[in-house]
């Protein structure tokens, strides 16, 4: 299962009681930051969340009320005992934002490594001591945090590698990205928690597989052992579903968007505008009312929509639910601290 936790959920400015643009992703006792607005920090401490498992920050764009809490928030990571490199993804120029903001916390116990406007997904795995992001390029050379390394095994048993991994059993996170509508480069996101196959050893013995390769081949390698091939569908059960979750903030609704949430289990949308009648203003500025968020998850097909980034002249965004609900039933208004736990449905 993965707990959401809605750090924040305002835009434009803080107000009493609802912070700036921020969302917590927890699997494995790992944790994804999505976006980093004023108040990110107090509403972690608030509910007990801890700072040092933090390993990936995902920034949509460079707007204030989405990274001015970085730096305090990379302060306050070091300060909690993390050595372990810590990864950045962002839309172009975060590198640049990034820089900036280090001015003001230049000593940090740990390198940060940035992902800057990534046009393919992204493969995380969950370790122990943190999520490690893995990026395939053609022939089975593997990138990790711009490092190469070779993926092809040759052991002394002769064993060879054939062909590429199994994706689907080599990573436990895919984040994919999807360029959006606003007013400068910005980003959505769309997280996949990849549900492993389980070792089927009735299979496995069925197909008369050598027992020490059977790790290996858990792990999705393709071998040669003797002139026989093996591959993980000779060990492996059927796949499972895994979670899908897409967060989506600061645009325009367009088309593009409709088949990146596609069946998501949980898509959070900015709703800027409450009202049905500030739709100029939504899109003067490039931002969405509460309604266009629904339609988008009605075209979606989606499980669950959370509105969020609610405009500081919102005090009430509850008092405008029904404009998504008329198009959206399971529709939730966001708030800040907002805890939601999703689950494997089988």
């Not at 009681?17 to 980093?36: A, E, Q, T, W």
């Not at 920090?41 to 990274?67: E, Y």
Request: net charge neutral; with cysteine; charged share 25%.
């Amino acid at each position: 299962m993965v707990d959401l936790a809605l750090l924040g959920c305002g835009g434009g400015m803080p107000i009493p009681d609802r912070f700036l643009s921020s969302l917590l992703m927890n699997y494995r006792g790992r944790k994804i930051l999505i976006d980093c607005g004023e108040g990110t920090q107090v509403s972690m401490k608030i509910l007990g969340w801890g700072f040092k498992s933090i390993d990936i920050i995902c920034i949509t764009h460079m707007h204030g009320d989405h990274v001015v809490g970085l730096p305090g928030l990379l302060a306050t990571i070091g300060n909690s005992g993390r050595e372990e490199p810590l990864t950045i993804i962002g839309p172009e120029g975060i590198e640049n934002v990034i820089t900036g903001l280090r001015t003001i916390v230049p000593y940090l116990p740990y390198d940060i490594v940035i992902i800057e406007n990534p046009k393919e997904s992204l493969n995380v795995n969950v370790l122990k001591n943190g999520m490690e992001v893995l990026k395939e390029y053609g022939s089975g050379n593997l990138i990790k945090n711009n490092s190469l390394k070779d993926c092809i095994k040759n052991g002394e048993d002769s064993i060879n590698q054939y062909e590429n991994y199994n994706d689907k059993l080599r990573y436990d996170i895919e984040i994919s990205t999807l360029e959006l509508d606003h007013s400068c480069p910005c980003i959505g996101y769309g997280f996949y928690i990849n549900r492993k196959p389980k070792f089927n050893l009735e299979k496995a013995e069925g197909n008369n597989v050598p027992k020490f390769l059977w790790s290996r081949l858990q792990k999705g390698e393709s071998l040669v052992y003797e002139g026989i091939k093996y591959n993980s569908s000779m060990v492996m059960g059927r796949g499972r579903k895994g979670i899908k979750l897409n967060y989506v903030t600061d645009t325009r609704p367009i088309d593009p968007i409709i088949d990146f949430i596609k069946n998501s289990d949980l898509f959070i949308c900015e709703g800027t505008y409450g009202q049905d009648e500030d739709l100029h203003k939504a899109i003067k500025n490039k931002h969405m009312t509460f309604r266009e968020g629904a339609k988008l998850a009605n075209k979606g097909k989606v499980s669950q929509l959370i509105l969020t980034h609610f405009s500081p002249a919102m005090i009430d965004p509850e008092s405008f639910k029904q404009n998504a609900m008329e198009v959206f039933p399971d529709t939730l208004i966001g708030k800040d601290r907002l805890i939601k736990t999703l689950s494997f449905k089988e």
